[in-house]
C-alpha cells in the first residue's frame, strides 16, 4: 500500500485505541515514511491498565490476540496491523526497534554487543552486573548506544548508524 493510504489506516486505528492506551504511536516503514509498497502498520501501545478488559475486547473482535505483546490481524478489513504492547520503561527500545528498517534494527543490536550492552526483555541492559538502563525514550537508547538520534526515515542499515556514531567510512 501507499504511505498516504498507510497513514489514513493508522490515524483511523489510532483515534479508535487512543482512548484506552497511555501511549500510542504508528512504527514501521509508515513511521519511516516508506512511500509505497508497506505490507502492514505498525502501531506501539502502552495500554492504560484500567481499561484492560475494553482493550482486550476490542483487540480480540478483529481477531488478535490479548493480553499479548505482539498480535496481528485485519483491521476493518483494509490493512493487516501489528500491534506491539510495551510499558514505559520499554518504550524506548521496543518503539525504536519496531520503527526498523530490518537492517537497521539488526546493526543496532549488533552496535549494543559491540558495547556489551544488551538487548533483552523490551529493554536495554548493561554494566558490570548487567542491569537495565534506563532508556524509556528512542533518543535514550541512541545516547546509551553512543549515537545520534537518527531520524525514522534514515535508519536504514549499519551506515545510518556508522554516520550518527561519527564513523565514516572509507570508500
Given at each position: 500500500m501507499?504511505l ?5 489506516i493508522a490515524?483511523d486505528?489510532i483515534?479508535?485505541f ?14 519511516r ?7 502492514d ?8 491498565a484500567?481499561?484492560l478488559?475494553?482493550?482486550?475486547g476490542?483487540i480480540t473482535?478483529?481477531g ?11 483491521y476493518?478489513g ?9 510499558t514505559p520503561?520499554c518504550?524506548g527500545?521496543?518503539y525504536?526497534i519496531r ?21 533483552l ?9 548487567m542491569q537495565?538502563?534506563?532508556?524509556p ?6 545516547k546509551a ?13 549499519s551506515?545510518?548508524?556508522a554516520m550518527a556514531?561519527?564513523?565514516f567510512m572509507?570508500?
Amino acid at each position: 500500500m501507499t504511505l498516504s493510504k498507510a497513514r489514513m489506516i493508522a490515524d483511523d486505528f489510532i483515534a479508535e485505541f487512543s482512548p484506552l492506551c497511555k501511549r500510542i504511536e504508528v512504527a514501521g516503514s509508515t513511521r519511516r515514511e516508506k512511500p509505497d509498497d508497506i505490507k502492514d502498520v505498525e502501531i506501539v501501545i502502552i495500554p492504560e491498565a484500567s481499561k484492560l478488559i475494553d482493550l482486550g475486547g476490542l483487540i480480540t473482535s478483529y481477531g488478535g490476540k490479548f493480553p499479548s505483546k505482539y498480535t496481528s490481524f485485519w483491521y476493518n478489513g483494509r490493512a493487516k496491523i501489528d500491534l506491539f504492547t510495551t510499558t514505559p520503561e520499554c518504550w524506548g527500545c521496543i518503539y525504536l526497534i519496531r520503527t526498523g528498517s530490518a537492517d537497521f534494527s539488526k546493526a543496532i543490536v549488533t552496535r549494543a554487543k559491540r558495547k556489551d550492552l544488551a538487548f533483552l526483555q523490551g529493554r536495554l541492559w548493561g554494566g558490570g552486573d548487567m542491569q537495565a538502563l534506563d532508556t524509556p525514550e528512542e533518543a535514550d537508547v541512541f545516547k546509551a548506544l553512543g549515537l545520534a538520534y537518527i531520524e525514522p526515515p534514515k535508519r536504514i542499515d549499519s551506515k545510518s548508524i556508522a554516520m550518527a556514531a561519527g564513523e565514516f567510512m572509507k570508500v
